[in-house]
C-alpha cells in the first residue's frame, strides 16, 4: 500500500496521485507538483490514503511544496496572459486563414509551455502558425485537437435538463455510451432527445444503465406492441417501465390497466 494524495490541474479534470513525502496535506489545498509537461499549480481533492500498488501510475512523483501567496499570485498572472493568448492566436488563425476554431489556451505553470487547444473537421497544417505563436511568446508552443466532448467540457453550458453540464461540473473522465442503453431505459430513440449540446448521446445515459440492465436480467418484460394475455382479458402492451417493472396494457375492450410484468403472458404469432 502507499500513500497518496488526489490532485486536480482543472475544474472537473482528472484526478492524479502524487506522493506527500512529509507533509501534512488535506483536502482544499493548493500545490506546486512536478508533472511531465513541468511544474504545474493544483488543487488537492483527495486528502491522504492508502491505495494498493495496481492503482498508481509509476513513478509516483512528490508534491514539491505547498502553493504560497506568491505563487498564488503567479497563477492569477498566467491566467490574465492566457487571455490575451487567446486574442493573439485568433489573430494569427485568421491570417494564415486556417479551418480552425481556437477553444482554450492554458499555460503550464512555470511559462514553460503554452498549450492551445482547437477544434477543427480534419488534420490542420499549423506549422507556420506555431512558428509565428513562437516568435510572439518565446516560449514552447503545443496545439492540440480536441474532440467535441472536450470542447463542451471546457467551455460549459447548460443541458436540456437545465443544469450545468455534468461534464463541467463533476465528471473527470468519460465513459463510453451506447444507444443500447437508451434502448434499457425505454428512452426515444429520437437523436435530438438523446443527445448532449456536444451532439453526442448524454452522459447520464450511463448512470443508471447498470441498474436497468441487471433488472432486464432478472425478470423478462413484455414486448411493447405485443398481443399479452391478463387476469382482466386480452390486450397489447403500449408501453414498459423498466424501473418499476411494470407494463400498460390496452385491453380490447378499451380499458387500459397497469400490471406487472410476472402477471402478463405474451400471446404466441399465430
Known sequence: ????????????????????????????????????????????????????EEDIVAPLKTVQRKASPIDMDKVKENTAKEEEAFRVCEQKIQ??????????????????????YFTAEGRIDFRELVKDLAAVF???????????????????????????????????????????????????????????????????????SDYYGHSCKKVVAPTAGRKVITVDGEGKVISVSNNKKTATILLDDGKTLVVPWEEVVEKEDE
Open 138 to 208: 518565446r516560449t514552447r508552443i503545443e496545439l492540440r485537437q480536441i474532440g467535441v466532448r472536450d470542447e463542451a467540457k471546457m467551455m460549459g453550458g447548460i443541458g436540456c435538463c437545465g443544469r450545468s453540464l455534468c461534464c463541467a461540473t463533476f465528471l473527470g473522465d468519460f465513459e463510453p455510451v451506447s444507444i443500447r442503453m437508451a434502448k434499457e431505459q425505454n428512452l426515444s430513440l429520437n437523436p435530438t432527445k438523446i443527445s448532449g449540446i456536444c451532439g453526442r448521446l448524454m452522459c447520464c445515459l450511463k448512470y443508471e
Open 95 to 116: 491570417a494564415h486563414n486556417l479551418p480552425m476554431k481556437l477553444i482554450d489556451v492554458e499555460y503550464t505553470f512555470d511559462v514553460n509551455k503554452i498549450i492551445f
Open 1 to 52: 500500500m502507499q500513500t497518496v494524495v488526489g490532485v486536480r490541474f482543472k475544474k472537473a479534470g482528472k484526478i492524479y496521485y502524487f506522493d506527500p513525502g512529509q507533509m501534512e496535506l488535506k483536502a482544499g489545498e493548493n500545490v506546486i507538483v512536478e508533472t511531465a509537461r513541468g511544474l504545474e499549480h493544483g488543487q488537492i481533492v483527495i486528502g491522504p490514503r492508502q491505495v494498493s
